[in-house]
């Protein structure tokens, strides 16, 4: 396969270039990330202002470009410029989780939902730890499944978020299709002040890990397992939305004016 | 009402200053924003920088905050720290639509579905017309809308994503609850050389409508209605989830390793 690869933790990661190498024994592959860190991104794109492009020469298993850019405009640049028509798109291996609604948050999911607006079959990959991921494992896992997961089953706009324990990958226990958790996070903000009198705030948070349903995705990392959430870029809330459509009629409220 | 207000345009722009303007004859309102614009900047949050906070004297019918962050960190700023437990929380109003798949990159929707993972009821809401947004007419609806709509019908983790059209008040034909729609840009890139021989693209786009469903959300604001969708953090696509739960099962592939 043609593979691109991006992520959020910028081009030289050791998470993007294991996994490089490890599919570069079967593919080819092409590496298209932002040239530093750009965790919690979100999806950003770079619309108000240009972005740089450079090739890199650090390693020779794999084509690499650094940019200026967020993994959403690395997705966007390596399909469209620099790479064309791949089959597929990989953004990881993330350094921690993306687990809940960190999906929200996080710029290496953002690549993947950005392959799957774009057409292409598209998964994020993580290793489940920040403090100590296993790079190894989750390039193992990916290249496996990869080789084996019938990609043409995806719905259109549908991309996987796969969370690999941070284990060795013996140690692994399998795998298991999750839901995405409401696990989140419960900011608070330090309050300091500058060398110059100005106020300034850090922002602290502590993980709220309380969902009921069994089969949701920080579960089954916890117990060993890597979580594959297949996710969509269509937010709406249908039950919801019949709801309100049921109980609300136009004469309710609001118009006619007056 | 306790009103927080962020935007993705900026603190000092006009969308959000109408906003608050209109809402302040009935309501406290504050306003949190970023100190200059920061669209597309998708979900994005401050994790490893600080976040600055200013207090600003523009107005006289809000208090006014100007930060360095995200409208996501302003919405949690706003909460957190600077206006506490606000009843509502409203993003906008954008400068411009936030229709089909924009919601996945709009600093505004980010701003309302943090307050919605925060527990607060939230909207987000635009005037859907980049050119000639009409902040007037979607400050009207707001203001109209926010007093008779039952908040308390709001799933956890579920907030509205209001378009209006950018037409004056009486042009406006009425309200409709819709479904997020396939709307999508063609991305292509235009590269060019900097004075110093490097290359830079500039991200160009042609938009795609092409939804087969009547009731999508940039139909209705095309026939001068409001679009009101009621949108969700949780983007796991359950029918497929569904489907590979069914049809894969863990010896299928992968492990037992080797």
């Known amino acids: 396969?043609?593979?691109?690869?991006?992520?959020?933790?910028?081009?030289?990661?050791?998470?993007?270039?294991?996994l490089a190498k490890r599919l570069s024994r079967n593919h080819e592959v092409a590496i298209v990330a932002p040239e530093s860190e750009r965790s919690a991104v979100g999806h950003a794109i770079t619309i108000h202002f240009p972005i740089w492009v450079k090739e890199l020469s650090i390693c020779d298993y794999a084509k690499v470009y650094s940019t200026t850019g967020t993994p959403a405009d690395c997705v966007k640049l390596g399909i469209d410029e620099l790479?064309?028509?791949?089959?597929l798109v990989i953004s990881g291996v993330n350094r921690g989780p993306n687990l809940?609604?960190?999906?929200?948050?996080?710029?290496?999911v953002s690549g993947a939902m950005e392959g799957a607006m774009s057409g292409y079959p598209?998964?994020?990959?993580?290793?489940?730890?920040?403090?100590?991921?296993?790079?190894?494992?989750?390039?193992?896992?990916?290249?496996?499944f990869i080789e084996r997961f019938d990609f043409s089953t995806l719905?259109?706009?549908?991309s996987l978020n796969i969370n690999v324990p941070a284990l060795s990958y013996e140690k692994i226990k399998g795998w298991k299709f999750t839901k995405q958790s409401k696990?989140?996070?419960?900011?608070?903000?330090?309050?300091?002040?500058?060398?110059?009198?100005?106020?300034?705030?850090w922002?602290?948070?502590?993980?709220?890990?309380?969902?009921?349903?069994?089969?949701?995705?920080?579960k089954?990392?916890?117990?060993?397992?890597?979580?594959?959430?297949?996710?969509?870029?269509?937010?709406?809330?249908?039950?919801?939305?019949?709801e309100l459509r049921s109980n609300l009629k136009p004469q309710d409220f609001l118009f006619p004016l007056s």
């Not at 719905?155 to 549908?158: G, Q």
């Not at 903000?189 to 100005?198: A, H, I, S, V």
């Not at 349903?213 to 920080?218: E, G, H, L, N, S």
């Open 83 to 87: 790479f064309k028509a791949p089959d």
């Open 183 to 201: 696990r989140r996070w419960k900011d608070f903000f330090e309050p300091r002040k500058d060398p110059f009198g100005r106020t300034y705030y």
């Open 220 to 242: 089954a990392v916890k117990s060993g397992y890597v979580s594959i959430t297949p996710i969509t870029v269509f937010l709406t809330n249908e039950k919801y939305l019949d």
């Open 203 to 218: 922002m602290m948070g502590d993980v709220i890990e309380d969902d009921d349903d069994p089969d949701v995705d920080y």
């Open 1 to 18: 396969m043609r593979i691109l690869i991006t992520n959020d933790d910028g081009v030289t990661s050791n998470g993007i270039l294991t």
């Open 100 to 108: 809940g609604t960190d999906i929200i948050y996080s710029g290496t």
């Open 155 to 158: 719905p259109p706009f549908t």
């Open 122 to 144: 598209a998964i994020a990959v993580s290793s489940a730890d920040y403090a100590n991921p296993n790079y190894d494992s989750a390039a193992e896992f990916t290249a496996r």
